[in-house]
């Protein structure tokens, strides 16, 4: 199947035609035809190319009832990617060479996406010896990124071992920053608003005290480190400082903290609790000033998709986390596009080349140009809706942006030349 | 009035009067009466939902309720199988398809209460949720202040103890703020919490200094098992230095009163002479809680369609 | 919430008003009369007092308390023996909260010697459909045991819906149900009168 998607414009610049053939960009240029390729019209719309995420739950194995990879997989096309990296945390956990080719395999069946197993740093995320990690690496899913999301690993030996480890991998630890001994019970960010609302604070200090330790870790020990969800303005702080200094270190911020604050759990609607907690207004202004300035590489989501009964109960017993591939891509051009701190170039760097070249993935993060994998959006930026959760792909429903109107509609997503989205719609 | 009582902030200062002067009034018709019960919520359903041991609270909502002539339903959660919040949901939903009129509300999660007021389209009562609030406590603390010193407006109240355990304090600071009286927290800065700041109170670290200026003490229950988590080094320190015992109650002015919510550590938080001495209004405050539970249920169902 | 009073209009009485200030007064002044010669009637033979002591006038409020202190004094001054006053606040006996909503509670006093074999006339301004009357007996039964409870208003407007009837009557008034009767008083309103209008009260 070939694409001729006509009149979109390259990264938000001057129309062009773009035509896509056996996997691949074949020309960008103005009039191009080709005999029997399908045409796309794509007036009006941005060309971007193919979305990565870092940070994806996708659930399976073990809690298909919120999410598989399958369902996941086509959240992540409708919402531009074209690679997400699956996190570990399944059930079973995913620290053998076995349950990572499994979730590798699934992803290839639904064809939806690239889906990337992350292996787990520690057998079990239980954060007291390694896992495998050279098994994985070897396995058929190539595993790159290591981490316990969900668990920090916080005891600081194991965390430099696994630092070390990965080198001979071309691997990078992903790492949960929380120090878990001062957020035992937390529930939400530790301040005025936790204070009254009478639930247990999350202090940044937590955040912020395991990643200034890992970034002089991974700096002594020459290693590569990827800093998960970064949510205060201390943590971004750290790692302008850590990166002035040539430590080898990259961070991800998830939409989420990128839009909402604490002010949000006012209502106790756990579908606002996640982990870290939603902050201040001034660490989600830091957030996009470290993102624009390129402190914070990427965008990620954090995806993390919850049965009904996990999330409508009272804060404290609701499971942490929320929704984020259909909503991303929106989410950054209301918080970074249209307030101008980011042009596109910038999305697709933050969203597609800097996360594609820290997971190490080949085939994407490239450019919009002949000859390179066709991997690529279509968004139409000046549509504006409400989100409703229940128009979502996703098995589950804990979207924290339900009701609030966000710009920007994917309207097409391929996928090594082959359309996963069409008209705003998954094709498979 | 809101439909729902969650909170302190629900009332503003017309509001809270009004409880305290309806409380008052019920307090007259019943005194020296042998029928201590009124028809007033007759047909009415009041369902007490406990997710946490609290005998006393029960018993005063639950006299409240019948004293008012309304069915009352007590449903204990604790040590059943419902302890997750599906079950909060479909135990707010069962109670509501019985005909429950109001929800009387214990919980150990702060903001279950708020949940289960999205659910239910009666009216529900926080009886104390987790460490956020317990707005009918702070009440009838109101009530018993007005009672024993005739006002409100400018009364000096010290809260002394685990305010950042304490869901008697977070309702106290606010309805007190509400009502005019100026609030001084005291407390070892481990038991204060960050963001105390923004309260409408002030904060002290040390009690012998606010003691003379105050005219009301709140002792706030503090449990010794924090001294594991390194709140405070010892019980003894803790007591020698935030407990109210009979030395320190030398230097309260001649009217100030103490009060304590209950249940308390003799010996910890407030000395034993202290607890039964004339300034203690310990035991008004239980008679108390009565009459402003049945004034909020008064107002809060007496209105309404019934659901 | 309850509606609050009319507020006061001053001294001038309105043009629609039925009864004026100083008809107020002769019907007040007419009421005492009867109790003073009922009271006699109704008491023990003996009593050396007319039986008067016997006698407790128990204000419904809002305005049937003040309309009891006022008989009350009007009856001392014809009578020349003081009169034990009492109101009893029937919002919380009212069958028709859910309907009305709640109001502001009022005081419920009694006189030290209480009601117990006494005769006691409950006061209210207006007689209407007998809801509050019985209310008022509901909450007297919780009080204590009268020897006998009779009636007292300022203004019967008809229509009512149990079968009670008041023993003094200020004013017979006969009304549609789409009127409303106003009575108000010197103590709450600032002036004395009743009105009819026009509209559901």
């Not at chain 2, 105050?214 to 924090?226: C, K, P, S, W």
């Amino acid at each position: 199947m070939s694409y001729l998607i006509k009149g979109a414009r390259p990264y938000g610049e001057d129309a062009a035609d773009i035509l896509v053939e056996d996997g691949r960009i074949a020309a960008v240029g103005e009039s191009l035809s080709a005999a029997g390729a399908e045409v796309v019209d794509g007036a009006g719309l941005v060309a971007l190319p193919g979305l990565v995420d870092l940070h994806t739950h996708l659930r399976e194995p073990g809690r298909e009832d919120a999410e598989t990879v399958e369902t996941g997989s086509r959240a992540a096309a409708l919402g531009g990617y074209t690679a997400v990296h699956a996190m570990a945390n399944t059930d079973p956990v995913a620290d053998t060479a076995g349950v990572v080719e499994q979730v590798w395999r699934l992803g290839r069946d639904a064809g939806l996406v690239d889906v990337v197993p992350v292996g787990a740093v520690t057998v079990g995320l239980r954060g007291e010896r390694l896992a495998e990690l050279g098994a994985m690496a070897d396995s058929a899913a190539r595993v790159r990124v290591f981490s316990d999301d969900g668990h920090c690993v916080s005891d600081p030996a194991l965390m430099r071992r696994a630092l070390e480890y990965v080198k001979a991998l071309d691997g990078v630890v992903a790492q949960h920053a929380e120090e878990p001994r001062l957020t035992a019970g937390a529930q939400m960010h530790e301040g005025d608003r936790s204070a009254r609302l009478g639930l247990t604070g999350w202090p940044a200090a937590a955040e912020e005290a395991i990643i200034a330790r890992d970034v002089l870790l991974a700096g002594h020990v020459g290693a590569r480190l990827h800093v998960c969800h970064v949510s205060t303005s201390g943590s971004v702080e750290i790692l302008r400082w850590a990166k002035g200094r040539g430590v080898q270190v990259t961070a991800e911020v998830t939409p989420h903290h990128l839009l909402l604050t604490d002010e949000c759990a006012e209502s106790y609607d756990p579908v606002f609790k996640v982990n870290p907690p939603l902050r201040t207004d001034a660490d989600v202004e830091a957030l996009r000033v470290g993102l624009a300035e390129g402190v914070i590489d990427a965008v990620a989501t954090d995806h993390a998709p919850h049965a009904v009964e996990d999330k409508e109960t009272e804060w404290a017993s609701a499971r942490p986390g929320m929704l984020g591939l259909e909503q991303a891509l929106s989410v950054v051009v209301a918080t970074m596009v249209e307030t101008g701190l980011l042009d596109w170039r910038g999305v697709a760097d933050r969203m597609s080349a800097r996360p594609a070249a820290i997971g190490r993935l080949d085939g994407h993060g490239r450019r919009l140009a002949p000859g390179e994998p066709a991997n690529l959006l279509l968004l139409d930026p000046g549509t504006r809706a409400a989100v409703d959760p229940a128009a979502l792909a996703s098995r589950s429903r804990n979207s924290p942006y339900a009701g609030r109107e966000l710009p920007g509609r994917v309207v097409a997503t391929f996928l090594r030349g082959e359309a996963t989205v069409l008209d705003g719609k998954a094709t498979r | 009035m809101k439909r729902h009582l969650l909170e302190s902030a629900d009332l503003d200062r017309a509001d809270a009067t009004l409880v305290l002067d309806t409380a008052a009034q019920i307090d007259a018709a019943l005194a020296g009466r042998e029928v201590k019960k009124l028809p007033t919520l007759r047909g009415r359903t009041v369902v007490n939902l406990f997710f946490e041991d609290s005998t006393r609270t029960r018993i005063s909502f639950e006299l409240a309720a019948k004293r008012l002539s309304a069915d009352v339903i007590n449903f204990s959660a604790k040590g059943s199988s419902v302890s997750k919040g599906e079950s909060l949901k479909d135990t707010a939903l069962t109670l509501e398809a019985m005909g429950s009129d109001a929800i009387v509300v214990r919980h150990h999660a702060s903001g279950a209460p708020h949940r289960l007021a999205t659910w239910v389209r009666g009216s529900v009562v926080n009886a104390g949720d987790g460490t956020h609030e317990h707005p009918t406590q702070a009440l009838l603390d109101a009530y018993t202040i007005r009672q024993r010193l005739g006002r409100l407006e400018g009364v000096r109240v010290a809260i002394v103890g685990d305010v950042l355990h304490s869901r008697v304090a977070r309702s106290n600071v606010r309805l007190l703020a509400t009502l005019g009286a100026e609030v001084t927290l005291v407390a070892p800065p481990t038991l204060l919490p960050v963001g105390v700041g923004s309260w409408p109170a002030e904060v002290s670290y040390d009690l012998d200094a606010v003691l003379p200026k105050a005219d009301v003490v709140m002792m706030l229950r503090v449990q010794a098992e924090r001294m594991n988590a390194s709140f405070f080094p010892s019980a003894r320190e803790y007591s020698r230095r935030y407990g109210l015992d009979a030395r320190r109650m030398g230097a309260l002015g001649d009217e100030a009163i103490v009060m304590h919510p209950g249940p308390m550590n003799r010996g910890m938080e407030i000395a034993a002479e202290v607890a039964d001495s004339v300034r203690s209004t310990i035991v008004e405050q239980v008679g108390n809680g009565v009459s402003v539970r049945m004034a909020v249920l008064y107002l809060l169902l007496g209105g309404n369609e019934p659901a | 919430m309850a509606s609050s009073p009319e507020p006061a209009r001053g001294d001038a009485p309105s043009p629609s008003a039925l009864l004026s200030a100083a008809d107020v007064t002769r019907v007040v002044d007419r009421m005492s009369h009867q109790l003073i010669e009922r009271a006699a009637a109704s008491g023990h033979a003996a009593a050396s007092d007319g039986g008067l002591a016997d006698l407790v006038l128990v204000g419904i409020p809002t305005r049937g308390a003040p309309l009891a202190r006022r008989l009350a004094a009007r009856i001392e001054a014809f009578a020349g023996s003081p009169i034990d006053v009492g109101t009893v606040d029937i919002t919380l006996y009212r069958d028709d909260l859910r309907m009305r909503g709640v109001r502001t509670l009022e005081e419920t006093v009694l006189p030290e010697r209480g009601i117990d074999g006494r005769l006691v006339v409950l006061v209210d301004d207006v007689l209407y459909s007998g809801r509050s009357v019985r209310a008022a007996l509901d909450a007297l039964r919780d009080l204590g045991r009268p020897r006998a409870v009779q009636l007292a208003v300022l203004v019967d407007r008809g229509h009512r819906e149990l079968p009670i009837r008041a023993d003094y009557v200020g004013k017979n008034l006969p009304t549609s149900r789409s009127q409303s009767v106003k009575v108000r008083l010197a103590e709450v309103d600032g002036v004395d009168e009743v009105l009819v209008t026009e509209g559901p009260a």
